[in-house]
Nanobody, 124 residues
Framework: QVQLVESGGGLVQAGGSLRLSCAAS????????MGWFRQAQGKEREFVAG????????YYADSVKGRFTISRDNAKNTVYLQMNSLKPEDTANYYC?????????????????WGQGTQVTVSS
């Protein structure tokens, strides 16, 4: 069993920044890829960013490239999402997820544990 707890969401003005954190417990964190997804109201969940087990590979949705940065600290069992230059269209509930393998991609089925989410709201 794996537990993932996100934090760091909130209300921010357009152009601002937020850093999301996801604390993991229950499975060897360092053996799993991790990902961030988001779901806006009335829309399907979409991939945001992913990172391999060691942190050596990172990948992003086109919509966030150059603005968001994913990172992880295996000693702290935590993955982060630094979000800069936020836009109103980034408003969503953000979820972290633990991958089934050391490398996982952008599809939901590649992740087997999910957090409860943290809300990010960007005002214009």
């Amino acid at each position: 069993q794996v537990q993932l707890v996100e934090s760091g969401g909130g209300l921010v003005q357009a152009g601002g920044s937020l850093r999301l954190s996801c604390a993991a417990s229950g499975r060897t964190f360092s053996n799993s890829a991790m990902g961030w997804f988001r779901q806006a109201q009335g829309k399907e969940r979409e991939f945001v960013a992913g990172i391999s087990w060691s942190g050596g590979s990172k990948y992003y949705a086109d919509s966030v490239k150059g603005r968001f940065t994913i990172s992880r600290d295996n000693a702290k069992n935590t993955v982060y999402l630094q979000m800069n230059s936020l836009k109103p269209e980034d408003t969503a509930n953000y979820y972290c997820a633990a991958g089934r393998e050391r490398y996982s991609g952008s599809y939901s089925h590649e992740y087997d544990y999910w957090g409860q989410g943290t809300q990010v709201t960007v005002s214009s």
